[in-house]
């Protein structure tokens, strides 16, 4: 293994992802931020300095941080936030995670104004055999894009009335998006173009960087191999298109093996999920792969989507509910059992939050889980209420102190999809239903589930996971629509709390806290 060192310099700065000139948050004066890359066991070493007016923090998104949860970057759970005009060094050391994945900062909605990059981990074990092969990679973040500032947005949003254009608990929508920072707005921006080569396999590694509606990713006239979905090695599956939750990553293997010339990459956030409608607004934007041109890209001719007849074969969309993983793992039987609904209701105000079994998470740090789980030890006190392992009225959910199979139902009471998060952890998906959630009526898959730590909750849905919880820490489990996380949609899972307890927090982190 080795160390890779990186300075990130967050800072504000105007861009114009889609013509737009807007102001932006960034990491050293990129959008997306700088790409980090590394191999699986690495030490990663990232000097962050805040050069903006608000507190930020980085998180490493799918990264399982055993040993260092201080180090996750949450505010709230796992530190403050880094003070403006103070730094912080986070140090760890990648787990077992490889594939593709993305840091962000995860302080409020602050990732929405463009503070995120592609974070990709190769493995240092070999594909199982016979598993498909590709001759180069490539990167690419897909994103929404809001002209507005998001805590000019979060405001509206989480007011009585509402963003503009909409009424109370709308979620602010989209002006436009980008792929790889480059989107279009009536006749102003770029398309973010790759040259390739005739008869190559490309890996692609999309990933939704952005803040709202799932994206639709295709490329016209080429039918795309899943191989990879947030980390895990997926049996390889020939589809048309693919729709990407917020926050979730896939790997496609796309040929270059059609006519020369230039191809569309569409990129379509799903209108469905706006409440309204904002004049103007672009869901649709694109990028180009050219390949044997001689002459570089080309705008592809203006054609309609091919829709599912791609290169010949007629095929479908990605089901990613019965994606099975490339190796079925052994899953043991659950000790624990816990369910958490979540909903969305009115204050008397009329303003709109976010709940979790009858909570909603306040997304203002004044100080940190992790930091008050050690206050609580180190003062002989228990954490959690005597007797009490499940506490909901503040937001925590503790497990017992020791190692558990723990089957944890996401019951969507919204008519909204959900797009559920959980740090620490990769869960296996052992079922999807219809809410309510009746536990005489499920069928669970412990044959191949896949293990990933993103997971759509359907509207009106609910879905199981389950996983082992050896990972002593605060993990925030959360829906990644930015506007959700900060109505409320938002709380921690400690486990093994005596054990993070003692983890060593840097003091730096603990001081951070004071300051705030
Ligand atoms: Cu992408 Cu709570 O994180």
């Known amino acids: 293994p080795q160390v890779r060192h990186y300075e990130f310099v967050v800072e504000e700065?105007?861009?114009?992802?889609?013509?737009?000139?807007?102001?932006?948050?960034?990491?050293?004066?990129?959008?997306?931020?700088?790409?980090?890359?590394v191999n699986q066991y690495d030490r990663l070493v990232v000097r962050v300095i805040n050069r903006i007016q608000n507190a930020t923090t980085i998180h490493w998104h799918g990264i399982p941080q055993n040993g260092t949860a201080y180090y996750?970057?949450?505010?709230?759970?796992?530190?403050?936030?880094?003070?403006?005009?103070?730094?912080?060094?986070?140090?760890?050391?990648?787990?077992?995670?490889?594939?593709?994945?993305?840091?962000?900062?995860?302080?409020?909605?602050?990732?929405?104004?463009?503070?995120?990059?592609?974070l990709i981990?190769?493995?240092?074990?070999?594909?199982?055999?016979?598993?498909?092969?590709?001759?180069?990679?490539?990167?690419?973040?897909?994103?929404?894009?809001?002209?507005?500032?998001?805590?000019?947005?979060?405001?509206?949003?989480?007011?009585?009335?509402?963003?503009?254009?909409?009424?109370?608990?709308?979620?602010?929508?989209?002006?436009?998006?980008?792929?790889?920072?480059?989107?279009?707005?009536?006749?102003?921006?770029?398309?973010?173009?790759?040259?390739?080569?005739?008869?190559?396999?490309?890996?692609?590694?999309?990933?939704?960087?952005?803040?709202?509606?799932?994206?639709?990713?295709?490329?016209?006239?080429?039918?795309?191999?899943?191989?990879?979905?947030?980390?895990?090695?997926?049996?390889p599956t020939v589809v048309a298109g693919l729709t990407l939750a917020v926050a979730q990553r896939y790997s496609v293997l796309l040929t270059t093996n059609q006519t020369n010339g230039s191809y569309w990459m569409r990129t379509l956030q799903q209108t469905d999920m706006f409440t309204y409608k904002l004049p103007g607004q672009n869901p649709d934007n694109r990028g180009i792969i050219s390949y044997g041109?001689?002459?570089?890209?080309?705008?592809?001719?203006?054609?309609?989507?091919?829709?599912?007849?791609?290169?010949?074969?007629?095929?479908?969309?990605?089901?990613?509910?019965?994606?099975?993983?490339?190796?079925?793992?052994?899953?043991?039987?659950?000790t624990k059992f816990y369910q958490v609904s979540f909903e969305f209701d009115n204050l008397p105000s009329g303003a709109s939050r976010a709940y979790m079994n009858g909570t909603s998470w306040d997304p203002l740090p004044k100080t940190n889980i992790l930091l008050e789980i050690q206050r609580a030890y180190n003062a002989g006190r228990a954490f959690a209420p005597e007797g009490a392992s499940v506490q909901f009225g503040n937001q925590f959910l503790i497990t017992e102190d020791k190692i558990e199979v723990l089957d944890l139902v996401l019951e969507n009471n919204d008519n909204?999809?959900?797009?559920?998060?959980?740090?620490?952890?990769?869960?296996?998906?052992?079922?999807?239903?219809?809410?309510?959630?009746?536990?005489?009526?499920?069928?669970?898959?412990t044959v191949n589930p896949l293990s990933r730590d993103t997971v759509e909750i359907p509207a009106n849905g609910w879905v199981r996971l389950r996983f082992i919880t050896y990972n002593p820490g605060a993990w925030t489990l959360h829906c990644h629509i930015s506007w959700h996380m900060s109505a409320g949609l938002l709380m921690q899972f400690v486990t093994l709390p005596s054990v993070a307890a003692t983890l060593p927090i840097p003091q730096v982190i603990a001081n951070m806290c004071s300051a705030a």
């Not at 102001?23 to 959008?31: H, K």
């Not at 403006?84 to 994945?101: R, V």
């Not at 959900?418 to 069928?443: A, E, K, Q, R």
Request: aromatic content about 10%.
């Open 72 to 118: 996750d970057g949450t505010a709230g759970i796992t530190e403050c936030g880094i003070p403006p005009g103070q730094s912080l060094t986070y140090d760890f050391t990648f787990g077992d995670f490889s594939g593709t994945t993305w840091w962000h900062s995860h302080y409020d909605t602050q990732y929405t104004d463009g503070v995120t990059g592609a």
């Open 13 to 37: 700065m105007l861009g114009a992802p889609d013509g737009v000139t807007k102001p932006m948050l960034v990491v050293n004066g990129l959008f997306p931020g700088p790409t980090i890359e």
């Open 416 to 445: 909204g999809d959900h797009p559920f998060h959980l740090h620490g952890y990769s869960p296996w998906m052992i079922g999807v239903g219809d809410s309510p959630y009746d536990p005489n009526n499920v069928t669970l898959n």
């Open 293 to 334: 041109t001689g002459t570089g890209p080309t705008l592809p001719p203006a054609k309609e989507d091919p829709g599912a007849t791609l290169g010949g074969m007629q095929l479908n969309d990605l089901d990613p509910y019965t994606l099975p993983p490339a190796v079925p793992e052994a899953v043991p039987d659950n």
């Open 121 to 235: 981990v190769h493995p240092t074990f070999p594909d199982p055999p016979g598993f498909p092969t590709w001759d180069e990679e490539l990167v690419i973040e897909l994103t929404d894009v809001y002209h507005t500032f998001s805590t000019i947005l979060n405001a509206q949003y989480l007011s009585p009335s509402g963003p503009i254009g909409g009424s109370a608990g709308d979620e602010p929508v989209p002006d436009s998006g980008a792929l790889n920072g480059l989107g279009q707005y009536h006749g102003l921006g770029n398309y973010f173009n790759f040259t390739l080569q005739p008869n190559k396999t490309y890996r692609l590694r999309l990933i939704h960087t952005g803040s709202l509606a799932d994206i639709r990713f295709s490329v016209d006239n080429h039918p795309l191999t899943v191989i990879e979905a947030d980390g895990t090695l997926t049996e």
